[in-house]
């Protein structure tokens, strides 16, 4: 709150002093700076926008004709044009284009060869390679990947880069047999090559899909088969984060079980949703196991005591803590390091959020008709429903979230409610430093981005994903207003 200004006469030098206060204050006050990119349909075709809301891609038909446009450049045209795919960067796109009756696929602005037909165009994570299927001939299919095309079969799936773009892996049927080609080698032969497979770890330096053969389950790991097993779980395989440990459910004589580096473990009546998880560091392993009418969190293969339910298995970033959710006689609660906290009516298990460091743990818990976000321990205000989100600056002092309580949703930075408003657009983001936090309100017909609770230039849109901030502090977005796209970006 604005302190009043006294009404007494001001001391000597006050003034001056005063004027030096105020010249700081509008040096030290935010830079907003408007550029229009362009005009924008009011519902352009094929949208596409980047994970941080700053690049956006859409087709603009065009007297008989479509336009891709990024960022409101206009790019190729050609008598139709697919749904475009960006790099997470936007620096790079690919979109299937079709002319007389054949189609390409441009990337980068550069129009491939002509095919009868092309299908699941994949982008590399990084944006610099391609990967698609086309038609060589009625019936039969091949895969083009550096330009080079594949063996032909007359079915192709689940066609998958590695994040380089450097391997290609997909699965073929070619008569009753279905196998998985992995860098244009041909592998061993199936039934069936379950759906959603083959997968790369993140490092792209492994492959993994799932088989049946004779009425048994397969797991195969890069090129070798683990098995054979009665049956897998719907869930895929797990690589850790440096890829170099795979963990997957199966089942094997009426008993579940989690196979870890292909050693199968505890039998169990079942294995949890969204089990296993690795820690960070892929050292560590948990998941949430059935024995008989009770669940069990096993972390690093020890079972825990015994719950009524078990979900929300969560490692801190540096891998050395853990918490989950779990149910017991009707009441949920959190178990940190092992330590049960007071009980809830409710605690959703899919909103539990270590700070970075890994010191601090939030969730949000419903007592009676009311939520409260609860952190490290401490339960704030109660309000109608706390939404989805909820975030940790960067150095994990301070938090915020949104809520809403009688019709209104509001941000809460720090524990502190912030004026309410019609809608908030999307959790509350932080500057790098963590002292600034943005954040997208709809009041009425206008959309603003609130930088430190101050209210910015009034648009009909802001674009989905963003605003971001910058490296330096920079808050960044783009946003529509009267039928042109603007990218706004706010200096220090």
């Known amino acids: 709150m604005r302190a009043i200004p006294s009404l007494r006469p001001a001391r000597r030098g006050s003034a001056i002093?005063?004027?030096?206060?105020?010249?700081?204050?509008?040096?030290?006050?935010?830079?907003?700076?408007?550029?229009?990119?362009?005009?924008?349909?009011?519902?352009?075709?094929h949208p596409v926008v980047t994970p941080d809301g700053l690049h956006f891609a859409w087709i603009v038909p065009k007297q008989g004709r479509h336009a891709f446009l990024l960022d409101g450049v206009p790019g190729p045209e050609f008598?139709?044009?697919?749904?475009?795919?960006?790099?997470?960067?936007?620096?790079?796109?690919?979109?299937?284009?079709?002319?007389?009756?054949?189609?390409r696929v441009v990337h980068d602005g550069l129009p491939g060869p002509e095919?009868?037909?092309?299908?699941?165009?994949?982008?590399?994570?990084?944006?610099?390679?391609?990967?698609?299927?086309?038609?060589?001939?009625?019936?039969?299919?091949?895969?083009?990947?550096?330009?080079?095309?594949?063996?032909?079969?007359?079915?192709?799936?689940?066609l998958r880069l590695s994040p380089d773009g450097a391997r290609c892996a997909y699965a073929a049927e070619l008569g009753i047999h279905s196998v998985v080609v992995l860098d244009g080698r041909i592998g061993p032969e199936y039934d069936e090559i379950e759906r959603g497979y083959p997968l790369f770890s993140s490092d792209g330096r492994r492959c993994v899909y799932a088989a049946r053969r004779d009425r048994s389950a397969w797991v195969v790991v890069d090129g070798r088969a683990e098995g054979p097993y009665d049956g897998l779980a719907l869930a895929a395989p797990v690589f850790s984060p440096d890829g170099a440990r795979l963990a997957y459910v199966a089942r094997r004589g009426g008993k579940w079980g989690v196979v870890l580096d292909g050693q199968l473990g505890l039998a169990c009546d079942?294995?949890?949703?969204?089990?296993?998880?690795?820690?960070?560091?892929?050292?560590?392993?948990?998941?949430?196991?059935?024995?008989?009418?009770?669940?069990?969190?096993?972390?690093?293969?020890?079972?825990?005591?015994?719950?009524?339910?078990?979900?929300?298995?969560?490692?801190?970033?540096?891998?050395?803590r853990f918490a989950c959710a779990?149910?017991?006689?009707?009441?949920?609660?959190?178990?940190?390091?092992?330590?049960?906290?007071?009980?809830?009516?409710?605690?959703?298990?899919?909103?539990?959020?270590?700070?970075?460091?890994?010191?601090?743990?939030?969730?949000?818990?419903?007592?009676?008709?009311?939520?409260?976000?609860?952190?490290d321990g401490q339960p704030g205000p109660a309000y109608d429903l706390i939404g989805n989100g909820y975030v940790f600056s960067p150095d994990g002092r301070r938090i915020a979230c949104t809520a809403e309580s009688a019709g209104k949703q509001f941000v809460v930075l720090d524990g502190k409610p912030q004026p309410p408003c019609d809608e908030i657009g999307h959790p509350p983001r932080f500057s790098p430093d963590s002292r600034r936090v943005a954040w997208v309100e709809r009041r009425g017909q206008a959309?603003?981005?609130m930088l430190d609770g101050q209210p910015g230039p009034e648009f009909a849109v802001v674009v989905r994903h963003g605003p971001s901030f910058d490296a330096g502090g920079a808050l960044e977005y783009l946003a529509v207003d009267k039928g042109m796209l603007y990218r706004v970006r706010v200096r220090p």
């Open 79 to 103: 008598e139709a044009i697919g749904p475009p795919l960006l790099s997470p960067d936007g620096r790079h796109y690919a979109f299937v284009a079709t002319a007389g009756g054949r189609a």
């Open 17 to 45: 002093a005063l004027l030096l206060l105020l010249a700081v204050a509008l040096h030290g006050a935010p830079s907003t700076e408007r550029t229009p990119l362009g005009p924008i349909p009011e519902r352009p075709l």
């Open 115 to 158: 095919h009868a037909a092309v299908s699941a165009l994949t982008l590399s994570r990084d944006g610099r390679r391609v990967a698609y299927a086309v038609q060589t001939r009625p019936g039969k299919w091949a895969v083009m990947h550096d330009g080079k095309a594949g063996p032909e079969f007359d079915r192709l799936r689940n």
């Open 447 to 449: 959309v603003v981005v």
């Open 326 to 375: 779990a149910s017991r006689g009707g009441k949920d609660f959190i178990v940190l390091d092992g330590r049960e906290g007071p009980a809830w009516d409710s605690v959703d298990p899919d909103w539990i959020s270590f700070s970075p460091d890994g010191t601090r743990l939030a969730w949000r818990a419903r007592r009676g008709k009311s939520w409260s976000l609860v952190v």
């Open 270 to 320: 079942g294995i949890g949703v969204r089990s296993p998880v690795f820690s960070p560091d892929g050292r560590r392993l948990a998941y949430a196991a059935q024995l008989g009418e009770s669940w069990v969190c096993v972390l690093d293969g020890v079972p825990s005591a015994h719950f009524d339910a078990v979900a929300g298995l969560l490692f801190s970033p540096d891998s050395r």
